[in-house]
């Protein structure tokens, strides 16, 4: 697609439901990103991956935080047993390889996530 | 490890002046990106303008310009005859410049600036 794209755009929740982020990076892009948003807050990371493999896990906040990534396409990035403090939105964007030369990243519209 | 600050959460100018955004960053590394990244309300993050650390040069895109000071450790955004669509948040955002054989190229960003351009 012309853009990195992510599904829902809006998700409210219960407290201790599972979710899944899905997100759609721009094609031909390996490297694929998660951040978190949190209201009034600036972006904080929280995994990235190049092709299918994640070298980088360390910003997941806690086990409950999950991501995949198949086919070094679409990723999905599954909460588990959410808790109100999940509530933020969730950022996807992606870049080119190293190969490629950029290292912009570009970003999707988010995921709203509100845990009742 | 790296930071970077902004120091004004928000500000408010009248359509068509200009207005500075400052960020100023702190890192031991030689080589880096620096980036603005707008966000309107949409949440669409934005690219607006990316200065690499070795290009004397300040970067410029249309009405964005920017003052890269490298001893200073300063990046600040001018935006130049602001229009009503430059309403949004801005972030400042650094990124080591990637090393071939190991990849590490996490963005870490400011916590924003809040634009209001007024009619």
């Known amino acids: 697609g012309a853009g990195v794209s992510q599904s829902p755009s809006n998700k409210v929740t219960e407290k201790g439901k599972d979710v899944e982020l899905r997100c759609d990076p721009i094609s031909g892009h390996t490297a694929l990103y998660w951040y978190r948003q949190s209201l009034g807050q600036g972006l904080e990371f929280l995994i990235y991956?190049?092709?299918?493999?994640?070298p980088d896990k360390s910003g997941l906040p806690s086990d409950r935080f999950s991501a995949e990534r198949t086919g070094g396409s679409v990723s999905t990035l599954t909460i588990q047993r959410t808790q109100q403090e999940d509530s933020a939105v969730y950022l996807c964007a992606s870049s080119k390889s190293w190969g490629g030369g950029t290292d912009t990243q570009y970003f999707g519209p988010g995921t709203r996530l509100t845990v009742l | 490890a790296q930071t970077v600050t902004q120091s004004q959460p928000e500000m408010s100018v009248q359509e068509a002046e200009t207005v500075t955004l400052s960020c100023t960053y702190d890192t031991s590394e030689n080589n880096y990106y620096l980036f603005w990244y707008k966000q309107p309300p949409s949440r669409q993050m934005i690219l607006v303008i990316r200065q690499e650390a070795y290009k004397q040069q300040n970067a410029t895109e249309n009405r964005f310009s920017v003052n890269f000071q490298k001893a200073a450790k300063s990046f600040s955004l001018k935006i130049s005859d602001s229009q009503l669509g430059d309403t949004a948040m801005y972030f400042c955002?650094?990124?080591?410049?990637?090393?071939?054989?190991?990849?590490?190229?996490?963005?870490?960003f400011g916590k924003g600036t809040r634009l209001h351009i007024l009619p």
């Open positions: 991956f190049q092709g299918n493999s994640a």
């Open positions: 955002a650094f990124m080591k410049k990637l090393v071939l054989a190991r990849r590490d190229d996490k963005i870490i």
